[in-house]
Nanobody, 127 residues
Framework: QVQLVESGGGSVQAGGSLRLSCAASGNSVSELTMGWFRQAPGKEREGVVVVATDDYTEFADSVKGRFAISKDNAKNTLFLQMNSLKPEDTAMYYC?????????????????????WGQGTQVTVSS
């Protein structure tokens, strides 16, 4: 069983930055396919980024060039650095883990293939 705990959300103005953290236990982030997803009120959950065990990464088009993902294997933690934030980035952000080895691009749009989820952290971007 994998437990995921997100932190780092908050409220920022447009153009600002936040770094989200996802602390994992029960398995190593280096041995799982990891991802960040988000859900805004009244909208479906959408993939933000998925990273494979070989660190191959796929970002959603809406965040390419603004967001970056990294891992600290020693701390078993996944990070999402979010820069140049926009009001449309406002959402609850979820960390997720999957034992799947399917292509990250495929997984990005199929959140149901992720077995484990954190509780979420809220990101609010004001204009």
């Amino acid at each position: 069983q994998v437990q995921l705990v997100e932190s780092g959300g908050g409220s920022v103005q447009a153009g600002g930055s936040l770094r989200l953290s996802c602390a994992a236990s029960g398995n190593s982030v280096s041995e799982l396919t990891m991802g960040w997803f988000r859900q805004a009120p009244g909208k479906e959950r959408e993939g933000v980024v998925v990273v494979a065990t070989d660190d191959y990464t796929e970002f959603a088009d809406s965040v390419k060039g603004r967001f970056a993902i990294s891992k600290d294997n020693a701390k078993n933690t996944l990070f999402l650095q979010m820069n140049s934030l926009k009001p449309e980035d406002t959402a609850m952000y979820y960390c997720a883990a999957s034992s799947s080895r399917l292509a990250v691009g495929f997984l990005l749009t199929r959140s149901y293939l992720f077995n484990f989820w954190g509780q979420g952290t809220q990101v609010t971007v004001s204009s």
